[in-house]
């Protein structure tokens, strides 16, 4: 079945810096891949979605890439700040209804 | 943007009693929606997929007799927990999709918390 990982479970960074989250999945080839934001006690609020012929996608600060040999995701957040301090999600499809699957997801603490 | 609404926004109840959760797409027409579990420090699963007019495809593992969904129409979609356990206290979250397209972004509610004492 399919299985996908979000590695760190937290990222403390200062505020300024670029944070990177890393999402890796298994024994599927998604059609797409899908970044959420979520805050505490909150649904996910849809960020980018990647698709599988996309190597990357920016918007504003945002930026994902898409390996799909190396069945890999990365999502960059750049001149970090406070505001951005909440859990990332990646989410695939699994072909199936636009059905997803998520990460566990990746708490962001950016400091001032 | 498209808003998703759920309601209550919480709910405390008493073992062995019934809990509705509803869903509502405000702003569009959504031909199916999802509804997820998410425990702390857990990510969603996902329970079901409704699509409007049809029955609901559960996922492996979910009674389809202890969470009854009903997709009545192309805005409103609701979970209804039978028979609540303690064990059923969980983060419920629903989601909506504007078309059956596979590219589509899911829109999500704000979440139900629902604790059963």
């Known amino acids: 079945s399919q299985k996908i990982e979000q590695n760190s479970e937290a990222l403390n960074i200062q505020e300024g810096k670029t944070a990177t989250l890393t999402c890796n999945y298994t024994n599927y080839s998604p059609a797409y891949l899908q970044w959420y934001r979520q805050d505490p006690g909150r649904g996910p609020v849809f960020l980018l979605l990647?698709?599988?012929?996309?190597k990357e996608k920016r918007k504003e600060r945002l930026k994902v890439t898409f390996d799909t040999t190396l069945k890999q995701s990365l999502f960059h957040i750049t001149a970090s700040q406070p505001a951005d301090s909440a859990t990332y999600l990646c989410a695939l499809e699994t072909g199936s209804q636009g059905n997803l699957i998520f990460g566990k997801g990746t708490k962001l603490s950016v400091k001032p | 943007g498209a808003v998703v609404s759920q309601h209550p926004s919480w709910v405390i109840c008493k073992s062995g009693t019934s809990v509705k959760i509803e869903c509502r797409s405000l702003?569009?027409?959504?031909?199916?929606m999802f509804w997820y579990r998410q425990f702390p420090k857990q990510s969603l699963m996902l329970m079901a997929t409704s699509n409007e007019g049809s029955k609901a495809t559960y996922e492996q593992g979910v009674e389809k007799d202890k969470f009854l969904i009903n997709h009545a129409s192309l805005t409103l979609s609701t979970l209804t927990v039978t028979s609540a356990h303690p064990e059923d206290s969980s983060f419920y979250i629903c989601?909506?999709?504007?078309?059956?397209?596979?590219?589509?972004?899911?829109?999500f509610g704000p979440g139900t918390r629902l604790t059963v004492l």
């Open positions: 990647i698709r599988e012929n996309e």
């Open positions: 989601s909506a999709s504007p078309s059956m397209s596979s590219y589509n972004e899911q829109f």
């Open positions: 702003d569009f027409q959504a031909t199916t």
